[in-house]
T-cell receptor, first 110, second 110 residues
Framework: DAGVTQSPTHLIKTRGQHVTLRCSPISGHKSVSWYQQVLGQGPQFIFQYYEKEERGRGNFPDRFSARQFPNYSSELNVNALLLGDSALYLCASSFPGRAFFGQGTRLTVV | DAKTTQPNSMESNEEEPVHLPCNHS???????IHWYRQLPSQGPEYVIHGLTSNVNNRMASLAIAEDRKSSTLILHRATLRDAAVYYCILRDVGGNQFYFGTGTSLTVIP
């Protein structure tokens, strides 16, 4: 079985640009969550989606948005990128009570 | 989101048992205790979880205090591949959102 897949694996963007990150959950998993991990810190919860509906949102500005598609894949969008948005962005799909994380997308904002 | 407290770092000799402590004094009756670990350049990986009783699986054991205000992750024989950051997380029974702390960085000495 394929695990959680994220694309791209690495990305370099300029301040002010927009970025879209993609995630495909494990087959059969209907819940997808997004996390931001800044170097040296634990992952911080951004969003959770279940059956295409937002079920939770962390303490992140409105520049961050996400959506989930009918096939349960998901996109995380970040507008007006700041240098501080440089981080590893992790996607997790969940089966009741347990999360499975992807390898992440390393975003560098210059 | 209930908080957990863990030591920043610990060391262990290879092939010896490791006990990783976690304090969660504000835990509620519906919070599960989860442990994840993150190897360098990878997404977090599930280790074990429990509610009230001690739990064992092929990776580790979880010992939960009777008052549930603390728990201990036990690696029975540390290997070099166990060197990682270990996160203790509380998850509400109805949620799929994980709130990570800074975790414990485990170093395994050959």
């Amino acid at each position: 079985d394929a695990g959680v897949t994220q694309s791209p694996t690495h990305l370099i963007k300029t301040r002010g640009q927009h970025v879209t990150l993609r995630c495909s959950p494990i087959s059969g998993h209907k819940s997808v969550s997004w996390y931001q991990q800044v170097l040296g810190q634990g992952p911080q919860f951004i969003f959770q989606y279940y059956e295409k509906e937002e079920r939770g949102r962390g303490n992140f500005p409105d520049r961050f948005s996400a959506r989930q598609f009918p096939n349960y894949s998901s996109e995380l969008n970040v507008n007006a990128l700041l240098l501080g948005d440089s981080a590893l962005y992790l996607c997790a799909s969940s089966f009741p009570g347990r999360a499975f994380f992807g390898q992440g997308t390393r975003l560098t904002v210059v | 989101d209930a908080k957990t407290t863990q030591p920043n770092s610990m060391e262990s000799n290879e092939e010896e048992p490791v006990h990783l402590p976690c304090n969660h004094s504000t835990i509620s009756g519906t919070d599960y205790i989860h442990w994840y670990r993150q190897l360098p350049s990878q997404g977090p990986e599930y280790v074990i979880h429990g509610l009230t009783s001690n739990v064992n699986n092929r990776m580790a054991s979880l010992a939960i205090a009777e008052d549930r205000k603390s728990s201990t992750l036990i690696l029975h024989r540390a290997t070099l591949r166990d060197a990682a950051v270990y996160y203790c997380i509380l998850r509400d029974v109805g949620g799929n959102q994980f709130y990570f702390g800074t975790g414990t960085s485990l170093t395994v000495i050959p």
